[in-house]
C-alpha cells in the first residue's frame, strides 16, 4: 500500500513504507541463519546479529530520507549476515561429521 501523490507527504510515506516492507522480506532468513548458526557458537552468532539488526535500523533511517545515494550505508549489516552463514555452514559440518 502505496501513497498517492494527492498527499504532500507521499514521497516520504512511500520511502518509509519501502524500507518496512524490505526489512520484512530479509527478517526470515536472517532469523534462520541465526536460530541455526546459535546451535555451536552462540557468542558469534549474537553478534553478527546485533551488526545486522544495526545495519537494519540504519538502512531504515537513511532509506526513509529519501536520497537514493545514502540508502548503502546500512550495507555493513552484510558483514552479520554472511558472518551467520559461514557459523550455519560450521554448524552443518560439524553435524554431519559428528
Known amino acids: ?53 544495526i545495519g537494519f535500523i540504519v538502512y531504515i533511517h537513511f532509506y526513509s530520507c529519501g536520497d537514493p545515494a545514502k540508502r548503502q550505508y546500512g550495507a555493513f549489516g552484510y558483514i552479520g549476515l554472511l558472518t551467520l552463514v559461514g557459523l550455519c555452514f560450521e554448524a552443518a559440518f560439524r553435524l554431519i561429521t559428528e
Open 1 to 53: 500500500m502505496y501513497a498517492e501523490t494527492k498527499d504532500e507527504h507521499f514521497l516520504a510515506f512511500n520511502c518509509v513504507q519501502r524500507a518496512h516492507q524490505n526489512v520484512l522480506e530479509n527478517l526470515p532468513t536472517f532469523l534462520s541463519l541465526l536460530f541455526v548458526s546459535s546451535v555451536y557458537r552462540p557468542m558469534w552468532a549474537a553478534i553478527a546479529g546485533l551488526v545486522r539488526v
